[in-house]
């Protein structure tokens, strides 16, 4: 079974509109670690946002939030005010703590192709 | 001043030869990781190294051998390269998940191998 699943191969969004990129995950650890992370076209593999567990609070940076819906076993990614450099491939991920003894390793979705229309 | 660089970021090669890509960091982390990145992006863990340690060894054919001098490299050796292993390779570093530190893995630019 995935542990992580990303059901949007693609989507679509215009530019200064809001957009939720959906992700689910599976564990059974009661401590993990959620993350969300952004490949432009170049490749490389930006960070963008960290949910724990145990949070309160779903978690924000800048236009970015986290929609934690923990009995759901969702982390939704929105993107608020989408701007045409938010193209690029997201990644949900998943670093389960194995009751305290984490190996650190993230898990990876399959990812959503985002793509910002002017 | 690069946090995790790896080198090269491009390999062209024939089936059959051998090559490594080398991956340093410069953030003090414990825990360096050896990701693949397939044709349909899909990004799968292949070996995590704790203080040199090897931790993770992902079903991963033997002709992938991964080798870390310090803590500071992680580097990756592939003999009688394959069709099937082009692909991108990331290297990542993190820290160590405790006193609220999240454990964001760092990652390098990418290799992208091709195999001729």
């Known amino acids: 079974a995935q542990k992580i699943t990303q059901t949007q191969p693609g989507m679509f969004v215009q530019e200064k509109e809001a957009v939720t990129l959906d992700c689910t995950y599976d564990?059974?650890?009661?401590?993990?670690?959620l993350f969300w992370y952004k490949q432009p076209s170049s490749g490389e593999m930006i960070f963008l946002i960290y949910?724990?567990?145990?949070?309160?609070q779903n978690a924000t940076e800048g236009r970015y939030s986290l929609n934690f819906q923990k009995a759901r076993k969702s982390a939704n990614l929105v993107i608020s005010a989408s701007q045409l450099g938010d193209s690029a491939m997201y990644f949900c991920?998943?670093?389960?703590?194995?009751?305290?003894?984490?190996?650190?390793?993230?898990?990876f979705g399959k990812g959503t192709k985002l793509s910002v229309k002017p | 001043d690069t946090a995790v660089s790896q080198t090269p970021k491009y390999l062209v090669t024939q089936m059959g030869n051998d090559k490594s890509i080398k991956c340093e960091q410069n953030?003090?982390?414990?825990?360096m990781y050896w990701y693949k990145q397939d044709s349909k992006k899909f990004l799968k863990i292949m070996f995590s190294?704790?203080?040199?340690?090897?931790?993770i060894n992902e079903t991963v054919p033997n002709r992938f051998s991964p080798k870390s001098p310090d803590k500071a490299h992680l580097n990756l050796h592939i003999n009688s390269l394959e069709l099937g292993d082009s692909a991108v390779y990331f290297c990542?570093?993190?820290?160590?998940?405790?006193?609220?530190?999240?454990?964001?893995?760092?990652f390098g630019e990418g290799s992208r191998l091709t195999v001729l």
């Open positions: 564990t059974s650890d009661p401590s993990y670690g």
């Open positions: 953030l003090g982390h414990d825990t």
């Open positions: 991920a998943m670093r389960e703590d194995y009751y305290g003894g984490s190996q650190g390793n993230l898990i």
């Open positions: 190294y704790n203080n040199k340690e090897l931790i």
């Open positions: 949910q724990g567990s145990y949070d309160q």
């Open positions: 990542a570093s993190s820290q160590q998940t405790s006193g609220g530190i999240t454990g964001e893995l760092f």
